[in-house]
């Protein structure tokens, strides 16, 4: 919920954190270039042009990998050590991608230290943002700028699920100002606001009290019927927020998504961004080539091994399942006889 307002300081948080990722990489080409002794070229110089490639890479990659670790989301509740760790997962990972293309396209001449330094001065920005973050947003919260009106329709359980979670992420701005009861329904402990009436009357209380956003805490089963008073909230032009987890699952995660207009639940237990799943087709695709060209040799070896031991081909093909059922052709090298499926029937 309140992804509107979330989304406009996360584009401003990105911005900045790729600010910091140039100042980092100058930071790191000035030390190298002005501090320590090393190759110059013909002008008496550090040449730049090698290390560009660098810079242009690791602006979509921390962007990308940022999105994926969900480094914009909120970390108001974390604490700092998390929050160190949260930090440096993704730069962990650009780590292992940036040092393999440098491996794989670099020559001798090309400085580590300026690649090391790079990611360790954008770490510490990094960090020293993430912690200014939260004393600005602490600072803010506590004096009660920036807040939003929200009334709850639901006294139950589930009613009490989302107090807790608004009072443990009050960097939401969002101040519970009573509940709204439906027939029949118990009151939770833990409803502490005061119970402005029954749900029948959210159209009186739109029409005489300050109400930005209304949030329906009720079970699946009860919406259809107050289907009226989602229109009235609309009428006026107070947000609706519907909780989605109608159907309770194992291991599911649920997204909203729309086909040609129509809004859409998903549940899966897979992840489900985009950027996290480029992000694993790229690593597969980099730690593979990499493997390849390390163990080219000794794979060569054992092709002519297998080779000269025993007629027959090099591979062994089998086709497998994968994902969903969906076949591939499996390659290894051939550790059997060349009919060893027909003589397993014998064995």
């Not at 650009?94 to 990611?119: E, M």
């Amino acid at each position: 919920m309140l992804k509107e307002r979330a989304r406009e300081v996360s584009l401003m948080v990105a911005a900045l954190d790729l600010f910091l990722l140039v100042i980092s990489f100058l930071a790191a080409y000035g030390i190298r270039a002005h501090v320590l002794p090393g190759y110059v070229d013909s002008l008496g110089y550090v040449p730049i042009g090698p290390y560009v490639w660098l810079l242009l890479v690791s602006l979509p990659l921390f962007y990308l990998l940022f999105r994926a670790f969900r480094l914009y989301d909120s970390m108001r509740t974390m604490s700092l050590p998390h929050v160190t760790l949260a930090v440096g997962k993704p730069f962990a990972v650009a780590g292992v991608v940036l040092g393999s293309l440098i491996f794989l396209v670099q020559d001798k001449t090309f400085s580590r230290f300026i690649f090391l330094s790079f990611l360790g001065i954008h770490f510490t920005l990094v960090m020293l943002e993430k912690i200014a973050i939260r004393l600005i947003q602490k600072q803010v919260r506590r004096r009660g700028y920036n807040s939003r009106n929200i009334l709850i329709v639901g006294v139950g359980p589930e009613a009490a699920r989302m107090v807790r979670l608004l009072d443990g992420h009050d960097h939401l701005g969002m101040r519970v100002i009573g509940h709204l009861s439906l027939d029949g329904e118990p009151r939770s402990a833990e409803i502490r606001a005061a119970v402005l009436g029954r749900a029948e009357d959210l159209p009186r209380i739109l029409d005489h009290q300050i109400i930005d956003e209304v949030l329906f805490a009720i079970p699946g089963r009860d919406l259809l019927a107050l289907e009226g008073l989602i229109w009235k909230c609309e009428e006026v032009g107070v947000r609706v927020h519907l909780k989605a987890d109608f159907i309770s699952t194992l291991l599911s995660r649920t997204y909203t998504g729309e086909i040609e207009g129509i809004p859409i639940l998903t549940l899966a237990s897979t992840p489900h961004t985009a950027g996290a799943i480029l992000l694993k087709r790229v690593m597969d695709m980099i730690v593979s080539g990499v493997g390849l060209l390390v163990l080219g040799p000794l794979m060569a070896v054992i092709a002519v091994l297998v080779k000269v031991t025993s007629p027959g081909p090099v591979l062994y093909r089998q086709v497998r399942a994968g994902l969903n059922g969906r076949r591939f052709v499996l390659l290894k090298f051939r550790s059997m006889y060349q009919d060893a499926e027909e003589q397993r029937a014998a064995l």
